[in-house]
């Protein structure tokens, strides 16, 4: 090890120590003038009302924003170290080895990892390829597990994608009809090795699959057929009937769970993502993985965000309030909504939504695109409260024109 791993390494754990001790009042994260006027953004970044991706409109936490400051003099280096230190903190916060910590380019880099390495069709990657430097030009062998994409429909896509790409068939199975639960028995009949995608809390329904439905069916899914259990909106959820599957992996080898930085932690433009499984997944994955993929200012400030429990009690807080009053707002109206376990809504318009849609962007208030299998449904991401009253004016407005 060099004086200057050392010193960058001591340094950056300061630094991280110092974002841990900085007292700030929680502001409330707004682009400067000079950021706007500039010529870094388009003019009308902060014009619309973006209710559409999901995000976290109260910002990082403020440790985060500091630690990422703070590192910006560490730029000049590779990851590894920070990679380190962002590992254990997260081993230690889930009670797991830090074998079993795999992180990712956002939660999506890790979505498009799983597809690859446990869907589609025979690769030459096999099991004796090394860690963390693949060789090339290995013999051709079987790799065990590849097989179908299995995922509910409505979801969050992304997967199905990758391992279309891949070469996967990709099985789609309806959410329950009431509860917009997935469909755990046809999701385990419809599965032959490969993967399944359980989306929980689910988006775009923002609806949970039941503790205990889902613990029986992590259960009975055979060990040669993968299972990833997203959890982006996972500090979102508060119902009795919801719980993390992280402490089932240790019982489960065919589990992975994927975490985001995106949504309760506000990092959605940095990247940042994880997920926890057994290192025999990990090592199956790793050779998919670009190398050094997760940059230092994001794992500056996740780390920094892990130390701030605040982060994360506000932003449920905020979000439960805020949807408390569009929920109120749309019972006077008289419109039905599935109920919420996430940071977004889906709202039942009783007839299509792709012209609602249009009609709100039209009036400046983006809202979620239209999904297929649920057509007069409109997802809205649940914003500040100026937000979501700009939203309910131009819908009042959309409803009563079209
Ligand atoms: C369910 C779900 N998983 C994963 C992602 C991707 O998150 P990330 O920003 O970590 O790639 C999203 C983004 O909206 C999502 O809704």
């Known amino acids: 090890m060099t004086d200057f791993t050392l010193l960058s390494r001591r340094r950056f754990t300061r630094l991280i120590g110092a974002g841990a001790a900085y007292v700030a009042t929680r ?27 999901n995000e976290n409109p109260y910002g990082p936490s403020p440790l985060a924003l500091k630690a990422m400051t703070d590192a910006f003099s560490l730029v000049w280096r590779y990851p590894d170290e920070y990679a380190d230190t962002l590992i254990e903190t997260i081993a230690k916060m889930h009670g ?15 979505l498009k990892i799983c597809a690859e390495a446990f869907t589609g069709p025979m690769t030459n990657l096999g099991p004796s390829v090394e860690l963390a430097r693949p060789t090339r030009g290995g013999a051709l062998q079987f790799v065990p597990g590849r097989g179908k994409m299995v995922a509910p429909d409505p979801t969050y896509e992304a997967i199905l994608n990758h391992a279309r790409v891949n070469g996967a068939e990709a099985i789609k199975v309806p959410l329950i009809g009431d509860s917009f639960a997935h469909d755990l028995s046809k999701m385990l009949a419809a599965a032959n090795e490969g993967l399944i995608y359980i989306c929980n ?23 040669q057929t993968k299972i990833i259990v997203d959890e982006a909106y996972f500090h979102y959820a508060d119902s009795q009937d919801y719980e993390s599957v992280i402490p089932l992996i240790k019982d489960h080898p065919n589990l992975i769970v994927a975490r985001t930085f995106s949504k309760i932690y506000a990092m959605a433009g940095l990247r940042c993502g994880y997920c926890i499984t057994r290192p025999e997944n990990i090592q199956r994955m790793r050779p998919h993985q670009s190398w050094d ?60 939504v792709r012209p609602v849609i249009d009609g709100l962007s039209q009036r400046g208030v983006h809202v979620g695109r239209a999904f297929p299998s649920l057509p007069t449904h409109m997802r809205v991401t649940i914003g500040k409260q100026v937000e979501m009253e700009a939203f309910l004016s131009a819908f009042r407005d959309v409803m009563t024109a079209t």
């Open 293 to 352: 993929s997760v940059n230092v200012l994001a794992m500056a400030a996740a780390i920094a965000s892990l130390n701030d429990s605040a982060q994360v009690t506000q932003g449920r807080k905020l979000n439960e309030q805020t949807k408390a009053a569009l929920t109120r707002e749309l019972d006077s109206l008289g419109y039905k909504y599935i109920p919420s376990q996430a940071n977004f809504i889906m709202i039942d318009l009783k007839r299509p």
């Open 96 to 110: 797991v080895a830090r074998e079993q910590v795999m992180l990712g380019d956002g939660s999506g880099e890790i």
């Open 27 to 53: 502001p409330t994260f707004a682009l400067s003038n000079s950021l706007r006027k500039g010529k870094v953004l388009p003019e009308s970044f902060g014009a619309a009302v973006r209710l559409n991706s």
């Open 201 to 223: 809390p689910n988006n775009p329904t923002a609806s949970i699959t039941p503790k205990k439905d889902l613990r029986e069916f992590i259960g009975k899914v055979p060990e």
